[in-house]
């Protein structure tokens, strides 16, 4: 990375093969590389183990998470620094994505996916909102308002997280540079293996409770209208999740600039 003055937690969640081990290694290679070895319990509780420790051992203002199988491009924290200088909740930035077919080293790097620079609160729901590989965090935000993954979700844990930090941080800003290279075919990923109905039944109900939950008319709609989106994802519609639902949340919801598409 161009900008040095970071640290990695790295959360071994009782792996079977030689991910500890690497790990340890790392930890010796980079004073700045710390590792945390815990029995199995799931993406959500090992985040929550990071997080914790961030808490504990660290004072940094912000932190970001990264997907195992995703890669930081070599400037992104010294592009997260910069934009986190102006002193918002949420950081939402770009990223260039790619297929494992695809080598590395010779990705043409040059139409990421992002959105207009700018701050956005509950007139807009940005793409890729659900997903927390994309964004940075800030410290106060979901320390002060006890954020964290959900412990026993299987699929979704992303969204539950993200959207808590939305309505709790009142809407984020978007930056208009790309960070992360993200894989887009790993079979192997945990939000594709062992899916079914269930998993994503599970998001759903959570969503809506959420959404329930919130007593500012803004904060509702925003929440209705981000789920009936949500809803118009791939797996959504492959396992039919949602659609025979009657109710609010199957009606078109317009914000200020118009309807959602």
Not at 39 to 58: D, P
Not at 195 to 207: A, F, G
Request: net charge negative.
């Amino acid at each position: 990375q161009t900008f040095v003055d970071f640290e990695i937690i790295l959360v071994n969640d009782g792996s079977p093969d030689n991910c500890g081990k690497i790990c340890d290694e790392y930890t010796e290679k980079d004073s700045r590389i710390f590792v945390i070895h815990q029995k199995n319990g799931g993406l959500s509780a090992a985040r929550n183990t990071g997080i914790n420790w961030f808490y504990e051992q660290n004072n940094s203002d912000y932190i970001t998470f990264l997907d195992a199988d995703d890669v930081l491009l070599p400037n992104a924290i010294q592009i997260m620094t910069k934009e986190a200088e102006q002193g918002f909740g949420i950081y939402q930035f770009g990223q260039y994505r790619f297929r494992r077919a695809e080598q590395m080293d010779h990705i043409n790097l040059t139409i990421p996916y992002r959105a207009p620079k700018g701050y956005y609160d509950f007139d807009f729901i940005p793409k890729y909102w659900v997903i927390v590989w994309n964004k940075l965090y800030k410290r106060s935000l979901i320390e002060e308002n006890n954020i964290k993954f959900r412990p026993g979700m299987q699929f979704g844990e992303d969204a539950m997280f993200s959207a808590e930090c939305i309505l709790a941080n009142g809407g984020l800003y978007h930056a208009s540079q790309a960070t992360v290279v993200h894989l887009i075919d790993n079979k192997d990923s945990l939000c594709r293996g062992n899916l079914n109905k269930s998993k994503i039944q599970k998001l759903d109900d959570e969503l809506c409770k959420l959404a329930e939950a919130q007593t500012d008319p803004e904060k509702k709609n925003w929440m209705e209208v981000a789920i009936r989106e949500h809803r118009n994802a791939r797996l959504f519609k492959k396992y039919g999740v949602g659609s025979g639902r009657t109710g609010k949340y199957d009606i078109v919801y317009f914000v200020k600039d118009g309807p959602m598409n």
